[in-house]
């Protein structure tokens, strides 16, 4: 009874220590605890709002974001604080005791974590590999649901039976078959029971040339140099692809993969015939992707999802 007494207490006054720790950990949850729920919901606003357009509008740039971060941060810390050290007594709201504030947190990481590991997670470009479609440093946002693949932050949770069908053309997200502990981002030419045969930079799909055309070179920028492009079409998808026009065929010995008798190299092509249950992905950049030529299938439970939009 004492205990509950005091909880109930009309001279309850916030605690400065325990509002400015709040504040380190989430800055929302300090606003709550010194009974000022209107600015909790407006720093949360602030917080969404810049990590929405640290996705959409700053490339790869981070130092304004930081900057923004930290004044967000010290601001929060400073009016934290100062509500708390300033602050009348009086009764303490259900949101601002220790189970309130924690039965919140609990359910705002739950969302959060939620909607990542079913619906839509983004990532970023790390390689060349799928210039010039995607250039180092791109945010994609893939989306997750329909293909069962449960996993964020590198945790895996297991996997649901997918319930949406990829499309050749579609750029993928997915654990990469040599160390599923690493994503890849790589285009999908070939779906279960297709023929694939790769010949003098062309990509033949089931007897059919994906080549259309040549495009304007493009500007490599790491290097500077230009390049070779293409347009190619993969069932309802158009796309470009670079070349090295005196690069050789294989620029290494494929690996060992599982069911590689699916596969048939010869110094003048590569042909193969897609398992069930498996794809077969390519990097845009044809002679600088490490792809299904060189190591394999990817499984149909590896598949994280396709990209969904790309932030430039």
Known sequence: MPNAAAETSPNWKPKPWIAVALSMLTTPLSFLYVRKPWHALLFAVAALSLGGAEIVALGRSNSLVSVIHFTIWAAAVFFAYRFAKRAAPGNQPWYARWYGLAGIFSVVISVFCGVRVFFYEPFVIPSMAMQPSLEVGNRILVQKWGFGHLSTWG??????????????????????????????????????????????????????????????????????RYQPRQTHRLGSTVFDVIIEPNAPLMLGAPKDFPLRESCAYTPEEIRCTVPDGRYFVMGDNRDNSADSRYWGFVRADQMIGKVAKVFR
Request: hydrophobic share 30%; aromatic share 12%; glycine share 8%.
């Open 155 to 224: 945790l895996d949770f297991g996997r649901l039976p997918a319930s949406q069908q990829l499309q050749r053309g579609d750029v993928v997200v997915f654990d990469y078959p040599s160390d599923p502990s690493q994503t890849y981002v790589k285009r999908l030419v070939g779906l279960p029971g297709d023929r694939i045969v790769y010949r003098d930079k062309h990509v033949f799909v089931n007897g059919q040339d994906t080549y259309l055309g040549k495009a304007e070179d493009y500007l490599q920028s790491q290097t500077l």
